[in-house]
């Protein structure tokens, strides 16, 4: 039996619902605690690269920034058990953004405002060089309020200790200002313009309509609240961690400080959507005269942008004035059973960080890995230019499959028997679980078999599928198929699906793959969609683990180039 064969007959069923990973959980839910026996070697979902610490939950990323030319990066943590409990803010640093160095707890129970945990925030570097961390703490009531906080010792290149100010918290609920105390959280960075006055956001809703608050400060300690919000939009549900900056305009790939304003500058207004676990984002103009935001498409909702169409939530970016970089960071929720996560002893990880800015068109952002990762690549292999003929599969022998970096494009030239695309398709999502790797069509699915065990039991398929539309223009889907990823039944194996813009005739479809263990990293369109997925292969592990190009379709495609690279380990503890 051919090896497409293969695939298509062990192929599973597939799920369009979509188990999402929670974020705000019950304050009262106690940690477990593993047996640090369970802590070993043999640890196959284990990532060699990507952020994690040794043991234990994380979430959100937070206050990253570069201080004195070093990374900085916080994160929500749990020092006591792999399950979500009112957090720490735990600390590492980095000169290169992929090996890290852990520094002491920086942010823990200390007063009142922050007795029952330490939620979400961020940095905001003040003059004379200060940093100050703003972020939501829970009072003895349960009530979200938003702390302040700096460092002991500026002149410390870790900044190792963190104090709360005195006067915490800053900003908090109260009758006259009708804020709902159990939804007013994750304060953005700071911005001030001309007037000398500092600007922050922090999410909220009122009843079921999400809402970035906008409060202004000439201290950085004494915060006044706006009476309307920068923003707001109706049956959006809770808008957690926002993030507010400014973009070039022109085709600019490079970051700008966040207080930038100007006509050659838009803005990007990010919410973590709570009801549904996703990270949407609209691009548009600030009217810092009116304090007000106009998004360009007027919506923020599930129909809005998004940084990433898989597993990926609660991100936060940073102005890197270093190498004038806009960096984005975000959290990997496991798709594996608690139970799972216990013999595993830790849960979650960190994406790789991104590079963000606009897309020339001025619709979207483009997001792309920060060029340090490639210091990490090693041995490469190439595949020459040649068709990929519909019924083809390929392996690429010499990479370590486990642990890769892929860079593949593709050409198209037979349209003979390119699909129709139906107007009622516009769950990109749902489409790519009714067309997953076992259905042929014209063109496509076509793209790579990651995490693959020799005999095609496990894998995880990311693929392209080309169709044409009523008015003659092509809709290119782009999917990451978790289906077959385990013959472990536990973890949540639904499929993603995103639609990219692009011509694939004129520019050809390009894929890069990050591989690591257990969480598959793909940029669609030279980054313009992203689909990041959590994978626990029982076969493809270590050294049995493959890697295979396959055609599904009935037309062909062509590899225009395929460059594949084995990936060395970072050095993070």
Known sequence: MGLILLLVSLLFGYGAIELHASHYFDSHLQSIPFPRSLISDDQPYRTAYHFQPVKNWINDPNGPMIYNGIYHLFYQYNPDGVVWAPPVWAHSTSTDLINWTPQPIAIQPEMDANINGSWSGSATILPGNIPAMLFTGLNPKYEQVQVLAYPKDINDPYLKEWFLAPNNPVMFPTPENQINASSFRDPTTAWRLRDGIWRVLVGSKTGTTGTSL????????????????????????????????????????????????????????????????????????????????????????????????????????????????????????????????????????????????LDCSGKQLIQWPVSEIEALREKPISVPHQVLKGGSIIELHGVTAAQADVEISFGI????????????????????????????????????????????????????????????????????????????????????????????????????????????????????????????????????????????????VRITSLTAWSMKKARIA
């Open 214 to 357: 906008l409060f202004k400060s000439k201290d950085f300690v004494n915060w006044v609240q706006i009476k309307e919000p920068l923003y707001s939009y109706k049956l959006s549900g809770m808008w957690e961690c926002p993030d507010f900056f400014p973009v070039y305009i022109n085709c600019k790939p490079i970051g700008v400080d966040t207080s930038t304003i100007g006509h050659h500058v838009k803005h990007v207004l990010k919410n973590s959507l709570d009801d549904t676990k996703h990270d949407i984002y609209t691009i548009g103009t600030y009217l810092h005269e009116k304090e007000a935001y106009v998004p360009d498409v007027g919506f923020m909702n599930e129909s809005s942008l998004r940084y990433d169409y898989g597993k990926y939530y609660a991100s936060k970016t940073f102005f890197d004035d270093v190498t004038t970089r806009r960096i984005l960071l975000g959290w990997a929720n496991e798709s594996s059973s608690v139970a799972d996560d216990m013999e595993k002893g830790w849960s979650g990880i960190h994406t790789i960080p991104r590079n963000v800015w």
């Open 413 to 556: 030239h037979d349209l003979k028997n390119i699909e129709k695309f139906k107007a009622s398709w516009t769950d990109p999502q749902l489409l790519c679980s009714q067309k997953g790797t076992s259905v042929s069509g014209g063109l496509g699915p076509f793209g790579l078999l990651t995490l693959a065990s020799k005999g095609l039991e496990e894998y995880t398929a990311v693929f392209f599928r080309v169709f044409k539309a009523h008015n003659n223009k092509f809709v290119v889907l782009m999917c990451s198929d978790q289906s077959s990823s385990s013959l472990n039944q536990t973890p949540d194996k639904t499929s993603y699906g995103t639609f990219v813009g692009v011509n694939p005739i004129r520019e050809g479809l390009s894929l890069r793959i990050l591989i690591d263990h257990s969480v598959v990293e793909s940029f669609g369109g030279k980054g313009k969609n992203v689909i990041t997925a959590r994978v626990y292969p029982t076969m493809a592990i270590y050294d049995d683990a493959h890697l295979y190009v396959f055609n599904n379709g009935t037309g062909s």
